[in-house]
């Protein structure tokens, strides 16, 4: 007896058919998710690299050249030893100079030094609060004591020009009131500001030899010994 294949019935093959729409259907959706992901997480690199790209600047700073020459008659912060001083110089707090500690003046120390005052560049330097300012304190093992404070002014002593021309930067030493933190005077300050920012720039050399800067420090104490009001080109 000959077997005969006969069809499956109807409702057996629409199950196969669905199941068959069913894997299909899950596998596009499954497509369809992974295509999002991935668009989401190249637009969210899209959006950092910009930002990168469009971040602010960095903050440019102007730096100036400043000589603290001595101070005279401070207020004597040390009643057992001596009174060893230095000098905190600065324009903003975020950017300061040191000088050297001097060992052997007491209160009339001397420094002869040169700092680099750094400041922000967008800092209007006619403006009432810009100042250079300069706080001495008294070295000690334990904690740092403060003797006074002086300020003077950016539009006072920075007039601009060309740092090589002698004209436009002649010397210019000047004696300010040193105050104390409650507010008394008490001793002075002997410092110099070059005009441009920079003390005069040899055209030969475009810097300072040791003979020329121990000659121009010595013309500057000459100056101060006379009251600072005289200047020398």
């Known amino acids: 007896m000959?077997?005969?294949?006969?069809?499956k019935p109807i409702s057996s093959n629409i199950n196969l058919e669905w199941k068959a729409l069913k894997v299909f259907y899950i596998a596009d959706v499954g497509r369809q998710l992974i295509g999002k992901a991935t668009?989401?997480?190249?637009?969210r690199m899209s959006h950092t690299s910009d930002f990168r790209l469009t971040k602010p600047p960095a903050d440019r700073f102007k730096e100036i050249e400043v000589l603290i020459i001595s101070a005279q008659d401070l207020k004597n912060v040390k009643h057992v030893t001596k009174m060893r001083t230095y000098a905190v110089v600065y324009v903003e707090k975020d950017h300061v100079a040191k000088t050297h500690v001097d060992d052997h003046g007491g209160v009339n120390p001397t420094w002869n030094e040169v700092v680099k005052v750094?400041?922000?560049e967008g800092l209007p330097e006619n403006d009432v609060l810009a100042a250079l300012n300069v706080d001495i304190y008294a070295h000690g093992h334990v904690r740092e004591k403060p003797v006074g404070s002086a300020r003077v002014l950016l539009c006072d002593v920075l007039k601009g020009g060309d740092a090589s021309e002698?004209?436009?930067n002649p010397i210019q030493c000047l004696t300010v009131q040193v105050w104390r933190p409650s507010g008394r005077p008490h001793g002075l300050l002997n410092l110099w500001v070059p005009p441009t920012g920079r003390f005069l720039i040899r055209r030969e050399s475009l810097s300072f030899?040791?003979?020329e800067t121990k000659e121009e420090v010595a013309?500057?104490?000459?100056v101060v010994a006379e009251g600072g009001k005289r200047e020398v080109g």
């Open 2 to 7: 000959e077997e005969h294949f006969l069809p």
């Open 39 to 43: 668009d989401h997480r190249h637009r």
């Open 118 to 120: 750094r400041f922000n």
């Open 166 to 168: 002698p004209l436009d």
């Open 209 to 211: 030899s040791v003979k």
């Open 219 to 222: 013309a500057a104490e000459e």
